[in-house]
């Protein structure tokens, strides 16, 4: 049976958005789980997707320690049979990918969210999946969102993402 995932990254909620999208709020109820990569910034952004559906989230760097007191700074789970690890990021743009998989050298998972650089991301690297959905309060280069639609179904992994206009 196919997972179907939620995946945001970047909400910035209180200092680039003032709310989520109402539409993508209304969207969330079609699927199983809500996957959030860091900087919420805000604790009504946690507030708001958990009152939405079940949610896995990391803390980022902009997050205020009312949100980042909450979460890891890394997450795994197993989902549909593959395991995806799940992390902000940090630094600058140059070397991020190989900074992000640094955090779960140790042990790869199949597949690696992540977020901090506003930039949505797929491509293998060392047989690894990097995924990361943009921003969704807004990539200031080209004045739109992105979150992401994840649909695992056995081996068969499909990423959608899902422009939103400001």
């Known amino acids: 049976m196919a997972i179907r995932v939620a995946v945001l990254s970047d909400s910035h909620v209180g200092q680039r958005i003032s709310a989520y999208p109402e539409e993508f709020l209304k969207e969330l109820e079609n699927y199983d789980l809500i ?14 997707l ?4 079940e949610v896995r989230a990391v803390r980022g760097n902009m997050d205020e320690i009312e949100v980042s007191s909450r979460l890891p700074d890394k997450l795994v789970l197993e989902l549909g049979g593959l395991r995806v690890g799940i992390t902000h990021g940090s630094g600058p743009p140059a070397g991020l990918i190989d ?11 199949d597949i690696i969210i992540f977020g901090h650089s506003h930039i949505p991301t797929d491509e293998v690297i ?27 179904d056995g081996a068969v992994v499909d990423w959608q ?4 206009h400001f």
């Open 126 to 152: 060392s047989g690894v999946r990097m995924l990361n959905p943009g921003a969704i309060s807004g990539n200031l280069s080209t004045g739109e969102g992105s979150w992401a639609i994840l649909t695992i």
């Open 35 to 48: 996957i959030h990569a860091g900087d919420h910034t805000d604790i009504t952004s946690l507030h708001e």
């Open 50 to 53: 958990r009152s939405r559906g």
């Open 161 to 164: 993402l899902v422009k939103i």
């Open 99 to 109: 900074r992000v998989r640094g955090v779960f050298k140790k042990n790869p998972p």
